[in-house]
């Protein structure tokens, strides 16, 4: 869950003339040059590495089994998510994510099936970096890490937290910590094939888009699909309204 997100392709082309907008503001990236080359040899990682295990994995493992990985990952994340609406003053989104949690483990077989889906019991997606935008944080210049990819300074701040929040801290094994890690990371990508394709069929430069699209989603989740216009300066002038508990 914590492999750099994409959206999914169906919000691509939508995306896309988000990016433009935005791509008409100064983009705060002070760091250009050094983005670039990290993004190039995260690329090249990607091509050389993550994409042919992905695309293996999504054809040898059938899809149900590849859904369970899935929902397991899924659920540790509803864990945080939960945490986070709560931090974020979302009293109700963050009961239904707790619920969402009980549901899945006890009658998911530990999150392998998304019962409270089923149940009608929507996911909630926070993380600490959407969790610090809501408290007022701007975003802060545009940064790509190594292997983790596309983040802001206030992302970055929040990842450490994002990332701790994991399997490891109720299994104890190193080793078995270590191979669901790297199952996460392969289920993950895979998941972003199509994401992938589409985004190289229709950049031209794909650096900036995946920056703009990136800058521009991180501030639609901040504020919950309704950012105000950009100022000057690309940061809010304000932080989010208060969200009743």
């Given at each position: 869950?914590?492999?750099?997100?994409?959206?999914?392709?169906?919000?691509?082309?939508?995306?896309?003339?988000?990016?433009?907008?935005?791509?008409?503001?100064?983009?705060?990236?002070?760091?250009?040059?050094?983005?670039?080359?990290?993004?190039?040899?995260?690329?090249?990682?990607?091509?050389?590495?993550?994409?042919?295990?992905?695309?293996?994995?999504?054809?040898?493992?059938?899809?149900?089994?590849?859904?369970?990985?899935?929902?397991?990952?899924?659920?540790?994340?509803?864990?945080?998510?939960?945490?986070?609406?709560?931090?974020?003053?979302?009293?109700?989104?963050?009961?239904?994510?707790?619920?969402?949690?009980?549901?899945?483990?006890?009658?998911?077989?530990?999150?392998?099936?998304?019962?409270?889906?089923?149940?009608?019991?929507?996911?909630?997606?926070?993380?600490?970096?959407?969790?610090?935008?809501?408290?007022?944080?701007?975003?802060?210049p545009y940064i790509v890490w190594p292997l983790l990819g596309p983040s802001t300074a206030r992302d970055t701040l929040g990842r450490p937290l994002d990332l701790a929040w994991s399997h490891a801290l109720v299994i104890n094994d190193a080793g078995v910590n270590l191979s669901l890690s790297a199952l996460n990371l392969i289920d993950t990508r895979a998941s972003l094939l199509s994401a992938s394709r589409v985004v190289d069929g229709i950049a031209l430069d794909k650096y900036t888009f995946i920056r703009d699209a990136y800058i521009a989603r991180r501030r639609n989740l901040v504020y919950d699909g309704n950012p105000p216009e950009l100022p000057d300066d690309d940061e809010p002038a304000s932080p989010p309204p208060a969200v009743p508990k």
């Amino acid at each position: 869950q914590h492999w750099p997100a994409e959206p999914p392709p169906a919000s691509l082309l939508a995306l896309a003339c988000v990016a433009v907008a935005a791509h008409a503001q100064s983009a705060n990236d002070p760091f250009e040059k050094t983005n670039r080359a990290i993004f190039g040899f995260n690329e090249a990682l990607d091509t050389a590495v993550l994409k042919p295990v992905a695309k293996g994995y999504q054809a040898v493992v059938p899809e149900l089994m590849r859904s369970g990985v899935t929902n397991f990952f899924g659920n540790f994340g509803d864990g945080w998510s939960a945490i986070n609406n709560a931090l974020q003053g979302k009293g109700e989104a963050a009961a239904t994510m707790v619920a969402r949690v009980a549901t899945n483990t006890l009658f998911g077989i530990g999150g392998i099936f998304d019962v409270a889906s089923d149940l009608g019991m929507e996911r909630s997606t926070e993380d600490f970096g959407q969790t610090l935008g809501r408290w007022g944080m701007p975003g802060g210049p545009y940064i790509v890490w190594p292997l983790l990819g596309p983040s802001t300074a206030r992302d970055t701040l929040g990842r450490p937290l994002d990332l701790a929040w994991s399997h490891a801290l109720v299994i104890n094994d190193a080793g078995v910590n270590l191979s669901l890690s790297a199952l996460n990371l392969i289920d993950t990508r895979a998941s972003l094939l199509s994401a992938s394709r589409v985004v190289d069929g229709i950049a031209l430069d794909k650096y900036t888009f995946i920056r703009d699209a990136y800058i521009a989603r991180r501030r639609n989740l901040v504020y919950d699909g309704n950012p105000p216009e950009l100022p000057d300066d690309d940061e809010p002038a304000s932080p989010p309204p208060a969200v009743p508990k």
